[in-house]
């Protein structure tokens, strides 16, 4: 399926385009029909759980706490099975360039095959385990009675929840980005009043607090999976399920997790370098903590043009490579590199201008009291403020880092994502926040600080990846 390249032109320009300018036209509003959609789903999805953690909040920095460390250990185990979405949309989007729509068909039923068991074994380890991972990662009783709570609904939940992953990747593959979107806002209008109804008591519902956080979650996702199983039920889909063959076919199975299992390392790897991160800024109390959650909630909120792009630019270089057009994959790069950059800068002008301290004490400021004064920490707000503007520097190496990986993930090449991860995380932000912690003690700005080396490392081995061309040999 992938067309040989002469060893003299397997090399990328990084920055000179090929073709003409119709091309390149052609290019940007190919990238803007698969981006939009993902702009509008994602943001109102993580302005939905910034919403909900503002909900949250409102219990108390524990529950606060308990919950986001809650989230970032299920989002450990669960990008195991992102990796099956990863090789769906690679393989889906393969398989759509080169014109074969019956196999892109074929893909999307055994990622639902090969998903649904992943998502059983993760529930059946998961329950037990809950409890035990979170007081690995706070000291705190209380905290972790509740986290444990929340991670065990949600495992629960998991073979619910997951099916609108595969099913929507697929979509991706094929270039239909808007029926996921579509999905999604029923999702994330349907989860805002059920975290306020279920969280608080409101709207006449039970007040569940942390279990009721929980149990909007797994709602809101049962409903995202059911409206896009309904799609394909009633043939509204531009890609199609096969009626029969629903049962494992290994040739394929191997081609989704030899290109999803990377990625999926890679996601995990990231999760526990975050979960190790956080014990970090743990050590500074959980004022601290609780500054660094408003703030990784906004960065949930910001990140989404780039999510985007990133999109855009793992469908064209699949499709691009399916069809043999290898100038076209190299201009994806380039251009949704580039996009990425610019659009992640303004967003970042636009966040610090925005989240000023007397916004953030208004949206936050049940996290304050006198409680936490007297533990001698700082006020949450300025913890928050000040990890804000830090955030707003780092943000054009966030719109650069995205694209490129999405990039080698559309052409099947997931290995040097993960490397670039996997040094950027460890070597450039877990390493040296626990260095400087461990010599210095000093203030926790300074632990944030480690961003920075950790977006860089991974975006210059990302882009010798791209440049040495080897990604456009990959075979899926």
């Known amino acids: 399926m992938t067309v040989p390249v002469p060893s003299a032109s397997i090399r990328t320009s990084l920055f000179r385009d090929g073709g003409g300018a119709g091309d390149l036209t052609a290019l940007y509003r190919e990238i803007w029909r698969l981006a939009w959609p993902v702009f509008i789903g994602q943001g109102l999805n993580a302005a939905v759980g910034f919403v909900s953690r503002i909900i949250v909040s409102k219990l108390g920095p524990t529950a606060f706490n308990a919950v986001n460390v809650g989230m970032m250990i299920f989002f450990v185990i669960i990008t195991v099975i992102a990796a099956v979405g990863v090789g769906t949309t690679a393989l889906v989007a393969r398989h759509w360039g080169a014109g074969d729509r019956r196999k892109a068909g074929e893909v999307l039923q055994q990622s639902l095959i090969y998903g649904e068991l992943l998502a059983l074994l993760i529930a059946i380890l998961g329950v037990p385990l809950s409890r035990v991972i979170f007081h690995l990662i706070t000291a705190s009783p209380e905290s972790a009675r509740q986290g444990a709570l929340f991670m065990t609904s949600l495992f629960l939940a998991a073979p619910v929840i997951v099916p609108g992953f595969f099913l929507s990747s697929g979509l991706r593959g094929a270039g239909d980005t808007r029926t996921p979107m579509f999905a999604g806002l029923v999702m994330g209008v349907l989860s805002l009043v059920l975290s306020y109804g279920l969280i608080l008591g409101g709207f006449g519902l039970p007040r569940l607090e942390v279990f009721g956080a929980a149990l909007a979650i797994i709602i809101s996702f049962g409903v995202f999976s059911a409206l896009l199983i309904l799609v394909f039920v009633l043939n509204k889909a531009v890609l199609k399920l096969p009626r029969r063959g629903w049962r494992p076919i290994n040739e394929i199975g191997v081609s989704i997790f030899k290109i999803g299992v990377p990625s999926a390392m890679e996601w995990i790897l990231i999760q526990v370098g975050l979960l190790v991160y956080v014990g970090i800024v743990y050590k500074y109390g959980e004022t601290a903590a609780a500054g660094y959650f408003i703030g990784f909630g906004i960065v949930g909120l910001v990140q989404t043009p780039a999510f985007g792009v990133q999109t855009a630019a793992t469908t064209i270089v699949g499709q691009s490579l399916g069809a043999g057009d290898h100038a076209r994959a190299e201009m994806a790069f380039r251009r949704c590199a580039m996009l990425g950059f610019v659009m992640m800068a303004v967003m970042g002008i636009g966040l610090y201008e925005a989240a000023t301290p007397g916004v953030i004490e208004w949206l936050f400021g049940s996290l304050q009291g006198e409680s936490l004064h007297a533990s001698g920490f700082e006020d949450p707000i300025e913890y928050a403020r000040e990890y804000i503007f830090l955030l707003m520097l780092v943000m054009p190496l966030m719109g650069l880092s995205f694209p490129i990986a999405g990039g080698l993930r559309g052409a099947g090449d997931t290995i040097p994502p993960l490397v670039a991860s996997s040094v950027g995380m460890y070597g450039g932000r877990v390493i040296m926040a626990a260095a400087v912690y461990a010599v210095f003690h000093p ?34």
Do not use: A, E, N, Y
């Not at 203030?443 to 977006?455: K, R």
């Open 443 to 476: 203030p926790v700005q300074i632990v944030f600080l480690s961003m920075f080396p950790d977006l860089i490392l991974r975006i210059l081995i990302m882009t010798f990846r791209v440049w040495t061309g080897k990604w456009k040999l990959k075979k899926v």
